[in-house]
T-cell receptor, first 114, second 113 residues
Framework: NAGVTQTPKFRILKIGQSMTLQCTQD?????MYWYRQDPGMGLKLIYY?????ITDKGEVPNGYNVSRSTTEDFPLRLELAAPSQTSVYFC???????WGNGYTFGSGTRLTVV | KNEVEQSPQNLTAQEGEFITINCSYSVGISALHWLQQHPGGGIVSLFM???GKKKHGRLIATINIQEKHSSLHITASHPRDSAVYIC???????????????FGQGTRLTINP
């Protein structure tokens, strides 16, 4: 049972490039989340999804897009990367509609924009 | 001021010491979570609290709702406890249809042998 799988683990992007961070879970969880973690700061919510076909913005959605065509996959798209998007990105999933309850996190993607 | 504040930000101790990490929050909450982030980056959930105290092995978490404060204690600390410990609260207020999480900045714990 793999849990939540994020790829890639590391990536360096040039300013203006685009990329997709992949997140896949095999637990049939309805609820999925993307967070970013900046040094000295708490995790910030980028986007979330309560089921296939349903997504919504979090606290810091600018510069990102998501889709949820299947229950398993919740990719995060960065368009026109900027240095401010340098961060560690975490995907999480849960069986529970109660935020924080039953969260399983991916291992993270460390992204550097230069 | 952050809605969730952890102290200390960094803590170094010797193996065997009793460890306390604190979390204070300024918003109404329906639950509080303690998470552990391993040096490799993975995050796991340790506790979910809405009142009182919970214990799991050498870890104990307490919460005082009136004082808006929670503590995470580690007894007989060990180098493998070295990690970042994160406090997160679930808001009781519904914003945009959800009671979302607010995260503290984390406490980096290093236990030396």
């Amino acid at each position: 049972n793999a849990g939540v799988t994020q790829t890639p683990k590391f990536r360096i992007l040039k300013i203006g490039q685009s990329m997709t961070l992949q997140c896949t879970q095999d637990m049939n969880h309805n609820y999925m989340y993307w967070y970013r973690q900046d040094p000295g700061m708490g995790l910030k919510l980028i986007y979330y999804s309560v089921g296939a076909g349903i997504t919504d913005k979090g606290e810091v959605p600018n510069g990102y897009n998501v889709s949820r065509s299947t229950t398993e996959d919740f990719p995060l798209r960065l368009e026109l990367a900027a240095p401010s998007q340098t961060s560690v990105y975490f995907c999480a999933s849960s069986y529970s509609k109660e935020w924080g309850n039953g969260y399983t996190f991916g291992s993270g993607t460390r992204l550097t924009v230069v | 001021k952050n809605e969730v504040e952890q102290s200390p930000q960094n803590l170094t101790a010797q193996e065997g010491e009793f460890i306390t990490i604190n979390c204070s929050y300024s918003v109404g909450i329906s639950a509080l979570h303690w998470l552990q982030q391993h040096p490799g980056g993975g995050i796991v959930s340790l506790f979910m609290l809405s009142s009182g105290k919970k214990k799991h092995g050498r870890l104990i978490a307490t919460i005082n709702i009136q004082e808006k404060h929670s503590s995470l204690h580690i007894t007989a600390s060990h180098p493998r406890d070295s990690a970042v410990y994160i406090c997160a609260v679930r808001r009781s207020q519904i914003i945009q249809g959800a009671q979302k999480l607010v995260f503290g900045q984390g406490t980096r714990l290093t236990i030396n042998p």
